[in-house]
């Protein structure tokens, strides 16, 4: 993974590498309201587990955290910088730019191509940048033998187990060496098996490489992995 920088004047240790400050996030013209005044420090390196219950407001935070939603009311900060839909001054980053090279997702719902092989699905969040057709392949060739994979490079995602599935998902989402990982519910569609193999896999991604790792998760004991755990009702923090 590559080695994180701070922007500006401020430092790894003093500069959380995400924030999130005062934020509300409302739908319907404002008769829904998802997030009432949350405020959020994560520090680099960090493995958060969130959880609460549906409509607690928790998959909300965590679309705003990587970028794939913006806030009614409030601000989100990566490494110091603002998320923004366009650019709006040197303290801001672009949300396109934020998604593409330094955030990964991982979903429930895995989110795999079907037309495309396991090694074509990871190549994908690569397709359309710098990187050379042939060192694509070697990365996510690399990554899904790091995942225990290195038997089903050739095979869809209907040919693959949930499990197997999720490990293809997870290689996806690593391979722009992200310095945040955010997770959805990454064992709501497995067993208890295979939920086991994927926790153990994501803590060994964070020790090793350093990355800020964020899940939610309706699971406490799940969340129990995790080294630090927030709660969440009615679109606010309560523990």
């Avoid at 080695?3 to 404002?30: F, H, Q």
């Avoid at 959880?51 to 407001?57: F, I, P, Q």
């Avoid at 995602?157 to 310095?179: D, F, H, K, M």
């Avoid at 939610?216 to 630090?228: E, G, K, M, P, S």
């Amino acid at each position: 993974m590559s080695s994180p920088t701070t922007p500006g004047n401020g430092t790894a240790a003093s500069t959380p590498i995400l924030e999130v400050r005062d934020v509300k996030k409302s739908y319907e013209c404002g008769r829904i309201e998802a997030l009432r005044g949350v405020s959020l420090s994560v520090a680099r390196g960090d493995f958060l587990a969130i959880t609460g219950a549906s409509g607690s407001g928790k998959s909300t935070l965590l679309h705003l955290l990587g970028g794939l939603d913006t806030p009614t009311q409030g601000s989100v900060l990566f490494r110091g910088e603002c998320l923004s839909e366009t650019p709006n001054g040197p303290a801001c980053i672009t949300l396109d730019i934020y998604r593409a090279r330094f955030a990964g997702f991982i979903f429930q719902s895995f989110h795999l191509l079907p037309s495309l092989n396991a090694i074509e699905n990871v190549q994908v969040p690569m397709l359309g940048g710098a990187v050379h057709p042939n060192h694509r392949e070697e990365k996510a060739r690399a990554l899904l033998l790091e995942l225990g994979l290195e038997h089903r490079l050739q095979q869809y995602p209907t040919q693959l187990s949930a499990g197997e599935r999720q490990r293809v998902a997870i290689a996806r989402a690593l391979v722009n060496e992200p310095q945040v990982l955010l997770a959805d519910e990454p064992t709501g569609n497995l067993d208890s098996v295979n939920s086991a193999k994927i926790l153990e896999i994501l803590a060994q991604i964070q020790q090793r490489h350093g990355t800020t790792l964020v899940m939610v998760t309706h699971d406490l004991n799940i969340a129990a992995t995790a080294h630090r755990h927030i709660a969440m009702k009615d679109g606010q923090i309560c523990d």
